[in-house]
């Protein structure tokens, strides 16, 4: 898995998150995700596939409270509870993140799905590749970005231990948080 695939995302979210919508996210330490990690329970996922030069999955998952927090501050309401109202701006927040991403991606040939906006007791998230987990902590509650992306060219391992050597994950992991370019706050 490449930084320069995965940054672009962390990039948006934080631009949106951060910027527009007024929240303050910190990114905290990325690891890979294990067959173990607990499912998001009670959230809303965002989907979305990337074809060509690159190929994979990135979803954005968000705990319901951090969903709400996210349709309000863009929709300047105070709901308390997930309606249609919800997913509407969560739509939209898909594609202020997708677009923005887009822009900084470095693979000319890859194309973008349609971001799909899905409660987390829909889908069955399994992946064929490793998957980068970036938590993103809030004052609204959890979420987190998981990549799964590689080069067409240069496909990603298939996972068949759930056991990861650890130090290609800090190596990947240094690498995201040292890159200049990159607005990532560490979480202390």
Same mark, same amino acid.
């Given at each position: 898995m490449n930084v320069r695939f995965i940054n672009p995302f962390i990039r948006s979210c934080h631009l949106l998150f951060n910027g527009h919508l007024g929240m303050n996210v910190k990114v905290d330490k990325p690891h890979l995700?294990?067959?173990? *990690?607990?499912? !998001?329970?009670?959230?809303?996922?965002? *989907?979305?596939? !990337?074809?060509?030069?690159?190929?994979g999955q990135v979803k954005l998952l968000f705990a319901e409270s951090v969903a709400l927090a996210l349709a309000n501050a863009l929709l300047m309401t105070t709901d308390t509870k997930v309606s249609a109202s919800t997913y509407d701006a969560l739509r939209e927040v898909a594609n202020m993140i997708v677009g923005k991403a887009k822009q900084d991606f470095p693979g000319e040939a890859t194309r973008f799905s349609i971001p799909k906006v899905v409660s987390s007791q829909v889908g069955d998230w399994k992946y064929d590749r490793h998957v980068l987990v970036v938590p993103l902590i809030s004052l609204a509650g959890a979420m987190r970005i998981e990549v799964s992306l590689a080069s067409a060219k240069q496909p990603a391992p298939v996972i068949v231990d759930p056991d990861v050597n650890q130090g290609q994950v800090d190596e990947l992991v240094a690498k995201l948080l040292r890159e200049q370019e990159s607005p990532l706050q560490k979480v202390a």
């Open positions: 995700k294990k067959r173990s *990690d607990p499912p !998001l329970e009670n959230g809303i996922v965002i *989907d979305v596939s !990337l074809t060509g030069s690159v190929e």
